[in-house]
């Protein structure tokens, strides 16, 4: 091994390295201080906006969640996803495809919420067999806190942004994340909006039924509104003004990732040699990092409407002993070649990772439940 790929294997191997921290600095498209928005949450949970206080640079400094640890590992998800469609790397991948009145409907493990674990995956099936009792799914479950092999032959996300089977019966390994990323803007002054609709001909009256908003509704005149029934509740009149969320204004806007060594440890691989163990999970480190260039390589980042960032500065470390770091050099290219480097590696000593495509289908259930969704107070629910 030379290059990246032997930098790594020395981060999982070395008593002298904790780990590799990126921290990445961000400002709004429009401009330092232009406003961004944060996720909204219901104000019983404490909204609009979550806002904490951070020990940043010895002192507390309040700040707003830009983005939380489970929404960056699904924008990984997301990227790598589009980089195999791409063929710009090599990964396993589960696809399950739903044939519905408006067209196919396709989902991977890299869109399930649980990974490994996910009910999409309990309740789809393998070649007419239902997945937890065909021979692949039958392997994923036999997964364990000190044998995580099937997980990185068939599921190596699950390792790396972590996975917990709640969903199936009897007591299953937690496999705890090793990657984390968060983003947050510093000292947030939190804006106004007023959110309100013209139409452009004043439309005002009724409807007798909103449910046919897509079929023959009928007008109804001002003296005959009932309530539940406004124009407004198909798209058409006004809506008067209402106070929204407004966004928040900030000072600057981080994002900080990182792996530990430790974590990554943690990580067993049953009867394998150790050096066929720590090579693999280099292989998952390398994987780690292959999906952050994937997400976050780039000099723009979106996180959501009104959430448009362009990165400032970014320095990626290895985090050495006693606080000291040493710089690391990171494209997507040559994480994509570390991790081919080491995953074959991985291989040759006993350990292997798929590449392949298992192609699934809803059972009749499933299928019924996702037709719904798809159709559901459409043309086919109205009389």
């Known amino acids: 091994m030379t290059g990246l790929a032997e930098k790594l294997f020395e ?18 498209v429009g401009g330092q201080g232009d406003k961004v928005m944060p996720p909204s949450y219901p104000a019983d949970q404490g909204g609009p906006y979550l806002i904490e206080k951070l020990w940043l640079g010895g002192q507390p400094v309040e700040t707003v969640v830009l983005d939380q640890i489970p929404s960056q590992a699904n924008r990984i998800e997301q990227a790598l996803l589009d980089a195999r469609d791409q063929q710009r790397i090599e990964l396993p991948l589960f696809e399950l495809t739903a044939k519905t009145s408006r067209g196919d409907i396709r989902l991977t493990s890299l869109d399930f919420p649980h990974r490994y674990a996910d009910a999409y995956l309990r309740d789809s099936l393998v070649e007419g067999h239902r997945f937890d009792r065909s021979p692949i799914g039958q392997r994923l479950r036999e997964a364990s806190d000190n044998d995580a092999r099937p997980l990185y032959e068939r599921e190596p996300l699950s390792l790396v942004l972590g996975a917990w089977d709640s969903h199936r019966t009897g007591r299953w390994p937690k496999f705890a994340r090793v990657y984390n990323s968060r983003m947050f803007g510093t000292e947030p002054e939190i804006g106004a909006r007023i959110g309100s609709r013209i139409d452009p001909l004043n439309l005002t009256g009724s409807i007798d039924d909103k449910g046919k908003a897509e079929e023959d509704w009928n007008f109804l005149a001002d003296g005959e509104k009932r309530k539940g029934s406004k124009l407004s509740e198909i798209g058409h009149g006004n809506i008067a003004p209402v106070r ?44 780690a990092l292959v999906g952050d260039r994937a997400a976050f390589g780039r000099a723009s980042l979106s996180l959501r409407s009104g959430c448009d960032l362009a990165r400032v500065s970014e320095q990626i470390v290895i985090e050495l002993d006693g606080g000291r770091t040493e710089p690391l050099a990171l494209e997507f290219d040559t994480a994509v070649e570390a991790f081919d480097t080491l995953r074959g590696r991985a291989a040759e000593l006993g350990i292997a990772m798929a590449t392949d495509t298992v192609y699934l289908e809803p059972m009749p259930s499933l299928q019924a439940a996702i037709e719904h969704a798809v159709v559901a107070a459409g043309p086919a629910d109205a009389e």
């Open 244 to 287: 929204a969320h407004g966004g928040v204004s900030v000072t600057a806007i981080r994002r900080v990732a990182s792996v530990s060594q430790a974590s990554l440890r943690r990580i067993r691989f049953g009867e394998a040699s150790e050096a066929a163990a720590d090579t693999a999970r280099a292989a998952l480190l390398a994987l």
């Open 11 to 28: 981060v999982v191997t070395s008593p002298e390295i904790a780990g590799i921290a990126i921290d990445a600095t961000y400002q709004p």
